[in-house]
């Protein structure tokens, strides 16, 4: 779409659109990230033969790799973001975008466990070793995790795509490049992929609806954290290098998180995501904006 005004249905206009065209920042997207996700990794395990580096504790190696990672991540996404002139709200009511969005993640990752717990594949595990500081040390980490990824594939990504091709053809494209890349990165299992599609589809519809970059981005961390921290779920089995707060263990059918990748490939999280999905899909989203991407014209006389 060029740059200007078009028409985008009654009574409302397309935003100016950004310089780069829509496949051009699709096909950016999937190669910056991949080039970080993918490169970053193979530099760690070069420099692990370093002898100074490897000595490293795993908490100060893993923090490292965390902010590397993200930070090239949420660095990229700024850059286009700035160069593309996209919009990133707070959205009206921050503090409460954010509240919301911690507990439907929270939740959400709660509820999937309980579904685990009653197939019989949910277990007490070992307990796990712990400190406040380690814990909020990736509490921390968690927070640049999920606003990195939040930044860049809903601030950027959708955002600029929803400015050229609409919202739901933008949420269609940038949805599955999210799982790709995390399916690519750190995955095997084809139901991983699933649920990082819905879990793609997810954020983004909550964006979509809320005008909001808290909610998604408070929806990702409370999902995660309850994940890593709090149930202590991934790795599966066992606990992460900062340990969790209460340790539980997926064992037994592979569809009800008992392999590797644990609720990433579970029925469980199919089940609350999409359940998820329905409920953003049947709110009305916040009363008197208009979708992202869109602003209303004035009104005739």
């Given amino acids: 779409m060029h740059k200007g005004q078009m028409p985008a249905g009654p009574g409302f206009v397309r935003t100016e659109a950004a310089p780069l065209g829509g496949i051009a920042s699709l096909g950016a997207a999937a190669l910056l990230a991949g080039v970080i996700l993918l490169g970053v990794p193979a530099i760690f395990r070069i420099m692990l033969e370093v002898p100074a580096f490897a000595a490293l504790s795993p908490a100060t190696m893993e923090s490292?790799?965390?902010?590397?990672t993200f930070g090239l991540l949420a660095l990229v996404a700024f850059g286009a973001i700035r160069l593309c002139r996209i919009p990133v709200p707070l959205g009206r009511r921050a503090p409460v975008m954010a509240a919301t969005g911690l507990g439907l993640g929270v939740v959400g990752l709660a509820v999937s466990l309980a579904l685990c717990a009653i197939a019989g594949t949910a277990r007490q595990g070992m307990s796990a070793p712990?400190?406040?500081?380690l814990l909020l040390l990736e509490t921390a980490l968690i927070v640049v995790q999920s606003g990195a990824e939040e930044y860049y594939f809903r601030g950027w990504l959708q955002k600029d795509l929803e400015r050229r091709w609409g919202p739901w053809p933008a949420l269609g494209a940038a949805a599955p490049l999210f799982a790709a890349l995390h399916f690519v990165a750190a995955a095997s299992e084809p139901l991983t992929f699933v649920t990082m599609l819905l879990g793609g589809l997810l954020?983004?519809?909550?964006?979509?609806?809320?005008?909001?970059f808290l909610l998604p981005w408070a929806l990702h961390f409370g999902w995660?954290?309850?994940?890593?921290?709090?149930?202590?779920?991934?790795?599966?089995?066992?606990s992460g290098t900062f340990g969790t707060l209460v340790n539980i263990d997926l064992e037994g059918s592979t569809w009800w998180g008992g392999g590797a990748e644990g609720l990433n490939a579970s029925l469980?999280?199919?089940v609350v995501l999409v359940a998820l999905l329905a409920a953003t899909l049947a709110w009305p989203g916040a009363q008197g904006d208009?979708?992202?991407?869109?602003r209303k014209s004035p009104a005739p006389g």
């Fill in 224 to 238: 995660n954290w309850a994940e890593e921290l709090l149930f202590g779920l991934y790795p599966n089995p066992g």
């Fill in 130 to 133: 712990e400190g406040v500081g």
């Fill in 203 to 212: 954020f983004g519809l909550v964006y979509m609806k809320s005008g909001s």
């Fill in 64 to 68: 490292a790799f965390t902010l590397v």
């Fill in 290 to 294: 208009a979708a992202p991407g869109f």
């Fill in 268 to 270: 469980s999280s199919v």
